[in-house]
């Protein structure tokens, strides 16, 4: 199966009051088919015309967002046992922290997770809670954890004292794959259990925030859900997979630019700007099919614990946020730009299995294999 690596999605978000007063108007339009037209400020520039898997405009719900931003198949993909990623990428300001999780304080009041507000990770939660309960003939775990990446270091957002000593990201031999040591993670048993997670992390990352300045806009968070299924697969053997999803914030895009800034502010810039140059890069790395060598993942800690839905084991949808108005128009162009870019990933997806689990499950249709060959002669 050919699974689209990277589905690129649009979201616009509406004309602020603020913006209104000052005068502010839409510079975009919506012609249909995915395509965003981007019109010039000076008559003598020509508008730009961008296509996406997905746009959604500024009127569309929160749960518009969840029924055609595909992540619903992401999380099934998740049940199945594949690593998959939905990310949100755009200038501060534009967007991502709604879509994500709603509008600022929702979710850190605690307020009822059912409000029309929230985001997509709350009704993925919801969703994925429908496919457990729809498939009686597995038992699942869950199991759940959310951090920040700031300033290339690990901060717990489960374990906010974390953030005086910054968790390492390390190389397991035995899944293959890059993980945070010692990072808290929850087992889930209920949707309540995620709920909380959520929860309890956005308050952390708001204290954390007070404390310095526009560190929200500076870091990205990963609240990573771990799928865990057992399934009878025949009378006497039951198989294992491990899926998962992880919901990333993206820093303000417009940090990577910030160059001329000095002292921590530099070494803040450059690391933020390192991870989002390394996700690009890789990107474009993977969107150019005949120049697939050296991809690297390992210079960046979000590379680092992306690699494994970027790198073919899963499926990453990325939703790319602009606001519409004239003073954001470079910002948006580049967005617009970084985005159309994502769009050309193709990928095969992998089940991740247990070892001991994927080789009893194959012998097992090998000896089927033979009985029925044998049944034949
Ligand atoms: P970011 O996380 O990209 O910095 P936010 O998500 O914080 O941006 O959004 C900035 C402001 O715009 C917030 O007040 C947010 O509620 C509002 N906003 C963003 N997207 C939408 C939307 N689709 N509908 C209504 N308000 C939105
Ligand atoms: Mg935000």
Redesign the pocket.
Known sequence: MIAILIHQQL?V??I?DKERSHGERMLLEFPGKGQVICHNTTPSQKSKVFSYNVVFE?E?TQEDVLEFSGVKRLLEMAVEGFSCTAFCY??????????LTG??GLVERGTSPYSPEHGLVVRSFVYLFRLINERPDSHFILKASFLEIYNEKVIDLLNPGSARKPLQVRWSKETRGFYVENLFTVDCEQLDDLFAVLEEGMRNRAVGAHAMNAHS?RSHTILCVRVRRDLRADADVTCSTHGKINFV?LA?SEMTKRTHSTGKTLEEANNINRSLMVLGYCIAQLSDGRKRGHIPYRDSKLTKLLADSLAGNGVTLMIA?IAPTRSNLSETVNTLRYASRAKKIKSKPIVKMDARDALILSLKREVEALHAENQHL
Do not use: L, N, V, Y
């Open positions: 979201r978000r509406p602020s500024p569309a755009g200038q501060t300001g534009s967007g991502k922290t709604h879509t509008p600022p806009s914030d303000g946020c």
